[in-house]
């Protein structure tokens, strides 16, 4: 099961590059809890469009992340405005389901004429008018580049970095077995239009507030791993979060400390969220274990080696009924 980028329910680079050239104003959004993807997309699509002369209005339910802040043109994402845009278009970029956009964003968005629909997620079931769903694309922001090129459209300095940013954060600075030949050929062509490669990484990975780390200090304090090796999962507190004025985007890409672990096969955060749900978040090592199926069974999605979950809690009961899920699927899996 993947979705590639000759899809029959596709539209083509041309057709989209259409629209972008034949239309004047935009809004785009990414999802709720935005991630380097999610931000880096709007950044890259946003600034090629401004330098093409169009209107563009760049929103997020959740606004910009602190740890994204050092992105060039990033003050240009904005809280969704009370009142609806008049604009012609609305691009969701990232975003496996149209709710994942968030209700403000949406109202927000809810004058546009045509919605495009432009995608990694294997999950997404093609909410656009348009749509554009790449499950074999490690993220967003490289087939954002793909278009960009084959439209085009001018490639700024903000989108170059943006484009890096988008793909580094999503593919773990390029070691997930989603990263491609493509993936390396695009970051040699950015390095090659100015990307300053060393200062952009160490403004990605480098550059964590300590909060982070007594965070990942009381995430191992919960570690645990199960008797055969192949499961590791801990757990977040709503009130650890209260106690150590945490941000939702430090706990970001931590769940790859406990992945990295030899022997262990699937890593899964459990997370206690202000409106009482559970995030989960999974991660896995083979596609012998499919979380995508795994999230897909509560409501979630994502890819074949990471997914996500959002769920009723409490946490006790979301981690019981998740943890049983995932163990019938290691067993059905024979590792």
Known sequence: MSDSPNHPENATFAQLGEVLHNHQSFVLISHVRPDGDAIGSQLALGFALLAAGKNVRLINEDGLPDNLTFMPGSEKIELPPAEPLEVEVAIALDTATKPRLGDRALHAASRAKLWLNIDHHISNPRYGDLNLIDSTSPATGQILYQLIIAAGLPLPAETRDAIYVAVSTD????????????????????????????????LIYDNYPFRRVELMRELLNTLQISADGLLAHWELRDQTRIDLALLPEDSEGLIDIIRAIRGVQLAV?????????????????????????????????????????????????????????IHRRIQAADL
């Not at 600075?173 to 300053?196: C, N, V, W």
């Open 171 to 202: 593919t773990g600075s390029f070691q997930y077995p989603s990263t491609t030949a493509k993936t390396y050929e695009m970051a040699a062509d950015l390095i090659h239009r100015g990307l300053d490669v060393g200062t952009i990484n160490s």
């Open 269 to 325: 955060f459990f997370e206690e969220l202000i409106d009482g749900k559970i995030r989960i978040s999974m991660r896995s090592k083979t596609r012998k274990l499919d979380v995508c199926q795994i999230a897909m069974e509560f409501g979630g999605g994502g890819h074949a080696l990471a997914a996500g979950i959002r769920m009723a809690g409490p946490l006790e009961d979301a981690k019981a009924q998740v943890l049983d899920a």
